[in-house]
């Protein structure tokens, strides 16, 4: 089974639409066996949902993603488990083990400028999980670069 999990700094990145890039895992018999980084070209919604089929993923992890990018992925094919955080490859084994914990609040919903992935908003009305940055972009429980 290949696995692909939003990646940033090795850390699940909280948005799918704007992830720099995948950690790609191959889990044969509940073993992670590969694991190989993919960038995402700065691609669209639609044309990641397109990358992570040509690499034949079955499963995408990511913190935080939206109706539109989880029917584009559905359509692929893959299945979708949002709401996670921390780091990729503990991620990844967790989601092989049965032990995955993820937030239930991981939609994305875009309205009128407002982007919210998580459970509370800023200034800028974009969240992402559970800590700010000063320009009010929230990124799970880690860093990120904007």
């Known amino acids: 089974m290949k696995i692909a999990v939003t990646c940033e700094n090795d850390q699940v990145f909280q948005h799918f639409g704007h992830t720099p890039g995948f950690a790609v895992f191959e889990a044969v018999d509940g073993k992670i066996t590969s694991e190989k980084m993919l960038p995402s070209g700065n691609s669209g919604h639609g044309a990641l949902a397109t990358l992570?089929?040509?690499?034949?993923?079955?499963?995408?992890?990511?913190?935080?993603?939206?109706?539109?990018?989880i029917n584009a992925l559905g359509n692929a094919g893959i299945k979708v488990i949002g709401g996670a955080s921390g780091n990729v490859r503990e991620v990844a084994e967790a989601f092989v083990n049965g032990t995955l914990q993820v937030r239930a609040d991981f939609h994305c919903n875009h309205h009128h400028g407002e982007h919210t992935c998580g459970s509370h908003s800023h200034e800028d009305g974009h969240t992402c999980g559970s800590h700010s940055h000063e320009d009010g972009h929230t990124c799970g429980s880690h860093g990120c670069k904007h």
């Open 52 to 69: 992570l089929a040509f690499e034949q993923v079955e499963v995408l992890i990511c913190g935080g993603i939206g109706g539109g990018a």
